[in-house]
């Protein structure tokens, strides 16, 4: 488990990268209710959802500094 | 100077119409309509799902097509096409189109691969473009990079005969469908933003590539076959420490700005664009033709007449621009803005259409697929939901603005008009 660095949600890492179908032509799929991730400055973040990445693409620098709630 | 087509087009279109009476059976339609609800047009593909996966009515279609000369024909013949004219290209294109049925390459692939491209991609993916055994992905939109498209961070790091690549992709439309992504990553990040960005391509299937779906407005109810931008599906994309071969790399190291632009600027060219926002003008003047509602046909109301009118002529302007962004190509000449001017006149008329047919029908224009009493399966009313999408995807009309005011016009760039000020 992780926090969102936006929210402090919890966020199960490996729920969001676990595999739970494949495509037409082989790539992994996974589940899209369990939350989403951003490669930043060569680390994966995860977020609860795509409004909390809307808002860390914004201002990354924001919610790093600031402690998870 | 003549504006009409040649008696040998002409009879190249009643060919094709008869072709399609032929053989545009009850089966064909069936699998139309359940491709359609996968692939739907505008998308970065082929336009139609891999060979492996079509119906058999489907299959022997395109092979009667094929057997015609009808595939790919304005590819070169040694990369499995006619080395045709556009003209006919469009003719054909256009009349498929009608019914749904998709010959021509949507997508910017192709064309940047025959631009830019290695003989062995030439040889690789062309001709299995035009078959429809491969089809694309455009890996290019991330959170960071939409319309400044140049500021995305995905990574490409070259380790020796490989990169590996790390980052992500949002709206990639076709992944679950594509047997490939066209990627643009970044592979220098000491350069300008522009100088530093590369193309790949390599198959989906490739270890560390993960699809998270994107249901869209579109979605529940799927939109019917018919609906202009219908897909009930887009894909974030992420890419985990993904190992390519130097081989998937397309024009060079750090010249992908330059080759996709191209690609995407070529893709502009063609009846595909004309026929995504001019096909709703079609489909109302048909059926205020064979239809009367409420007991009345709205085509007695003059200002229905005066208004359907004013849109028909705006979808010829539609369509001139195509037939003259085509003729520059044919002719080899310099084409910059003339595509980017199309995809601004074009999805904008498709929205003005689109109120306006909303407008005409009232709330029954608002009905969706499935609904009791509505009208033409609710293709109206999925393309009231759909119409906005034209006019964002591949490119912008800001940014095809911004593109015809400095190519078109040679207006200084928006970055040399701040300095300017400052």
Redesign the interface.
């Known amino acids: 488990m992780t926090m969102c660095p936006v929210c402090g949600r919890a966020v199960d890492e490996a729920a969001a ?1 676990v595999q739970t179908g494949q ?8 589940d ?1 209710k369990q939350g ?4 930043h400055d ?1 680390k ?1 973040y995860y977020f609860d959802s ?1 409004g909390c ?2 808002k860390f ?1 914004a201002r990354p620098d924001e919610f790093l500094k600031k402690p998870a709630q | 100077m003549n504006f009409g087509f040649s008696p040998e087009q002409e009879a190249l279109r009643k060919e094709v119409l008869a072709f399609i009476k032929e053989n545009l059976t009850p089966g064909v339609i069936a699998e139309v309509e359940g491709e359609e609800q996968e692939v739907s047009a505008g998308e970065e593909s082929a336009g139609r ?2 060979l492996a ?1 079509r119906g058999p009515h489907l299959s022997e279609l395109y092979r009667r097509i094929g057997a015609r000369g009808w595939l790919g024909i304005t590819y070169p013949k040694e990369y499995g096409g006619q080395g045709g004219d556009r003209i006919s290209q469009y003719i054909v294109e256009e009349e498929f189109a009608r019914v749904g049925i998709r010959v021509g390459l949507v997508g910017s692939g192709a064309p940047a691969i025959l631009a830019a491209g290695t003989e062995e991609q030439k040889r690789d993916f062309i001709p299995r473009l035009i078959s429809g055994e491969y089809s694309f992905a455009l890996g290019f939109t991330e ?2 990079a939409g319309a400044d498209l140049a500021n995305l ?3 490409a790091v070259r380790d020796g005969d490989e990169y590996v690549i ?3 992709k949002i709206y990639t439309t076709a ?6 992504i066209y990627l643009m990553a970044r592979t220098n990040t000491e350069v300008p933003k522009h100088d530093g960005i590369s193309i790949f391509i390599f ?3 490739t270890a560390g ?7 869209t407005i579109q979605n529940n109810p799927k939109a019917p076959v018919g609906t202009t931008y219908g897909a009930a599906r887009t894909n ?3 890419f ?1 420490n993904v190992r390519v071969p130097k081989s998937a790399l397309l024009g060079g190291e750090n010249k992908g700005w330059r080759v996709g632009s191209t690609g995407l600027n070529l893709d502009r060219v063609g009846a595909s664009r004309y026929l995504i926002s001019v096909r709703r003008d079609e489909d109302i003047v048909n059926w205020l033709k064979e239809n009367r509602h409420e007991g009345n046909s709205l085509g007695d109301d003059p200002a229905i007449r005066d208004k359907i009118a004013e849109m028909w002529i705006e979808a010829q302007v539609c369509r001139l621009m195509t037939m003259r962004s085509m003729s520059i190509v044919e002719r080899g000449g310099n084409f910059t803005y003339e595509g980017s001017a199309e995809k601004v006149w074009a999805p904008e008329h498709g929205t003005r259409i689109t109120e306006a047919i909303t407008q005409m029908l009232g709330p029954y224009g608002q009905l969706m697929n499935g609904s009791p009493r509505t009208i033409e399966k609710g293709i109206f009313g999925h393309n009231v939901l759909g119409s906005f999408q034209s006019g964002i995807n591949h490119g912008s009309v800001q940014i095809m603005r911004d593109q015809v005011a400095r190519r078109g016009l040679g207006l200084p760039s928006q970055r040399k008009a701040q300095g300017a000020r400052k």
């Open positions: 990268k495509t037409a032509h082989g790539a992994k799929e996974v899209p989403t991730r951003q490669f060569g994966w795509l990445r809307s693409t | 799902k891999g996966r959170p960071h961070r995905c990574r790390n980052g992500q992944a679950h469908v594509a047997t490939h198959p989906m299937d590539i993960t699809v998270r779906p994107l249901v974030e994309v992420f985990d």
